[in-house]
T-cell receptor
Framework: GQQVMQIPQYQHVQEGEDFTTYCNSSTTLSNIQWYKQRPGGHPVFLIQLVKSGEVKKQKRLTFQFGEAKKNSSLHITATQTTDVGTYFC???????????FGSGTQLTVLP | NAGVTQTPKFQVLKTGQSMTLQCAQD?????MSWYRQDPGMGLRLIHYSVGAGITDQGEVPNGYNVSRSTTEDFPLRLLSAAPSQTSVYFC????????????FGPGTRLLVL
């Protein structure tokens, strides 16, 4: 079945440093979504990427979808304490009726 | 709109007991799904529904049943609780499917002793 691997599992950064999490799929994805989950909270949708090579930005967050549509990344520039949480990618293949989530990257920002 | 609501927030069960986790949404979403979240394993799909009367299995369906008699409600039933079902359960919904934003409920934290 489809597998979505996400690295790293944990990341500690000093406030102001950059952060990147990577997502890799064993199969070509039709779309990929990114979610953020604050400690004790629920996943909240951040963005969706659909096109090969697509790049989208939300303020300090940059999302990329690989040319082969098998990998994606989320980059945060100059992290803030409000960025703390776990970031998940979730991908879908073809006409599948399921999203497969990566295991998430837990970000800690040290003040 | 209340969005996606889940009850209860917390539950403790003994092995072998049954219970139903409730999920409701007031956004007229067709697609609804149930996930469980365990440490280090992300979210795993249990069951999903693409509309009233239609359900299907996800990645980890064993030990769980669902039904979708209305658009709004998508309850998850644990038939005979086991310690391995200790987890956080999230319900999610979207308007038409997986090419759209998934809205998650606040979750139910379940402990099976």
């Amino acid at each position: 079945g489809q597998q979505v691997m996400q690295i790293p599992q944990y990341q500690h950064v000093q406030e102001g440093e950059d952060f990147t999490t990577y997502c890799n799929s064993s199969t070509t994805l039709s779309n990929i979504q990114w979610y953020k989950q604050r400690p004790g909270g629920h996943p909240v949708f951040l963005i969706q990427l659909v096109k090969s090579g697509e790049v989208k930005k939300q303020k300090r967050l940059t999302f990329q979808f690989g040319e082969a549509k098998k990998n994606s990344s989320l980059h945060i520039t100059a992290t803030q304490t409000t960025d703390v949480g776990t970031y998940f990618c979730a991908g879908r293949t073809g006409s599948a009726r399921q999203l497969t989530f990566g295991s998430g990257t837990q970000l800690t920002v040290l003040p | 709109n209340a969005g996606v609501t889940q009850t209860p927030k917390f539950q403790v069960l003994k092995t072998g007991q049954s219970m139903t986790l409730q999920c409701a949404q007031d956004m007229n979403h067709e697609y609804m799904s149930w996930y469980r979240q365990d440490p280090g394993m992300g979210l795993r799909l249990i069951h999903y529904s693409v509309g009233a009367g239609i359900t299907d299995q996800g990645e980890v369906p064993n030990g769980y049943n669902v039904s979708r008699s209305t658009t709004e409600d998508f309850p998850l039933r644990l038939l005979s609780a086991a310690p391995s079902q200790t987890s956080v359960y999230f319900c999610a919904s979207s308007f038409e499917g997986l090419r759209e934003t998934q809205y998650f409920g606040p979750g139910t934290r379940l402990l099976v002793l």
